[in-house]
Structures are given as C-alpha cells and as structure tokens.
C-alpha cells in the first residue's frame, strides 16, 4: 500500500501529498491516530484527509485505516526472490510459488474496492447497453487481453482482444459512449496501449487500467486497477504480474457475472457447456 501511495503522490494535491508523507512517516501511528490528530500533523483539513483517502479509492478514512493495518501486519514475507542458476527443482519451485502467493496477499491487502466497483459497474452497464467491451494489451499483457475475451463473451459481450498497435489504435477510434475499453499493462508505458486508451476515453468510451501505480497508463485511464508487485518490469518472461492480472479480471468477471444475474446468465453457459460435451469422445 505504501509503495502505491508513494508511486503516485506526483499526482496529489500539495495538501494531500502532506498527508501522504506524514502516513509513509508513520504508518502505523496513522492507523491510531483519529482524523483530527491526522489532520493537525499534516497541517490539513479534515476533509482532505477523508477526501485523500476516497481519492485512492476506498470508502474513507476507517476503510482505508482497515486494509493499512491488514498491510502491515500481514505475516507473509512480500519480498522477491529471484532464481538463479543455481537454485535446484525444489528451490525454484518454493521461490516462484512463494513469489506469487506473497503478491496475491499483497494485492489483497492494498487493494481498494472503489475502483473495482467502479470498473464492475461500467462493465455491466455496457452489458446491458449491448456496447463494445474490449482488452488491449501488449506483448504479455496481449495474451492476458486474450484471456479477458475468453472470459466476457461467454457471459454475451461483444468483446475483442488485440494485441496489435495499430490494431488497438483503430478499433479505439470506433469506441464512443456505452463502450467500455480494458488496457492491460505490466509497466503502463507502451505507447500503443497509451494512445488507445487516450483515444477511447475522447470518444466518450469507458477506459479501465490494470497497470501500475504512477505509470502513464495509471494517469491516462478513467479508473485505475492497482497492479503493483515486486517483480521487475524488464524481466524477460513476467510471471508474477502475469498472474496478479489473471487474477484481476477473475475478479471482474465474477462481480460483472453477479451484476448481470443468474437468470439471464445460467441458461447461456449452461448450453454453451452442453453444446461442448458433445464434442468430447466418451
């Protein structure tokens, strides 16, 4: 949580980035101290410690006080440990296996609900708009765009994956009002998915960033997703931040899938799944 904070506090308000530092000073004193004593130490109002709490995304100040204690006291060790060639099967099985897990209680304590409510609420609605949902992603975040698709358009989106710059540019230019564009990201920098996503959201489309804190991408989109790990952003083959953006779009679908209901959803995927069994060899 702190590392986020810290990451986008360019884009705070200089009161707000007053209450950020005080809270990366002393965190677990700020878990304590009540909204007046916040406020006095970081020479503030206290409506702007409640509104830099709702600013990153949670309810306010007692919501965001709950997920900084979850933080600080979990008991799982959030450092990454990197392979090496030395390391044996079972090592690199404990490391990659331990890396991951350690990001998932990471993302799970960091995380606020505002903007996953936020993104699950412009998903359904275009839904029920009958609009475009797409997923633009690049390299690795291409191939985490293709799982997005797998997953919405069995629930009856129009939805499309592209993984190609110029593709992204052009379909972005179509998206308009009632249309919702998902960017995925591991660094928020590629400048495809950046101009897609600045495209999209003129034309009126929804756009949702899974990206990194303080990335360009993290700016630019109309809701943020928080996807920060410790994993570098030039490693080679990304597993961690693979993983943690798979995980995100679960979480999506199953609140979008909620959204939508049972009643309209159960007899689509039900005759889907029918429809597949009979292709199986018995």
């Known amino acids: 949580m702190l590392d986020r904070i810290q990451a986008s506090a360019a884009s705070f308000s200089p009161a707000e980035q007053r209450v950020a530092a005080l809270l990366t000073q002393e965190p677990r004193a700020f878990s304590e101290w009540p909204v007046g004593e916040i406020a006095e130490r970081a020479q503030v109002s206290k409506p702007t410690v409640v509104r830099f709490c709702r600013r990153l995304g949670y309810a306010g100040l007692s919501d965001f006080k709950r997920k900084l204690v979850a933080s600080l006291s979990e008991g799982v060790p959030f450092i990454h440990r990197a392979v090496n060639a030395q390391d044996d099967a079972t090592r690199i099985q404990h490391k990659v296996i331990d890396n991951t897990v350690a990001a998932l209680l990471k993302y799970r304590n960091d995380s606020a609900a505002g903007p996953l409510e ?40 129009h939805t499309v994956a592209h993984s190609d710059g110029h593709l992204q540019i052009m379909s972005a230019s179509l998206l308009g009002p009632g249309d919702t564009l998902v960017v995925i990201s591991n660094s928020g920098r590629p400048r495809d998915v950046l101009d897609g996503c600045q495209i999209a959201r003129k034309n009126g489309a929804t756009t949702i960033a899974i990206t990194a804190s303080g990335s360009p991408l993290a700016k630019r989109a109309a809701i943020h997703l928080a996807a920060d790990h410790p994993e570098s952003y030039e490693r080679f083959s990304p597993m961690v931040s693979r993983l943690l953006h798979l995980t995100i779009l679960d979480i999506l679908a199953t609140g979008v899938a909620l959204r939508i209901g049972a009643r309209e959803l159960q007899p689509k995927l039900r005759q889907m799944k029918s429809h597949l069994i009979e292709r199986r060899y018995a």
Do not use: C, P, W, Y
Request: no cysteine.
């Open 118 to 157: 936020a993104a699950v609420a412009a998903m359904a609605e275009t839904h029920q708009r009958r609009g475009r949902l797409e997923f633009h992603g690049v390299g690795n975040s291409g191939i985490v765009a293709q799982d997005g698709q797998h997953k919405f358009f069995r629930m009856g989106f």
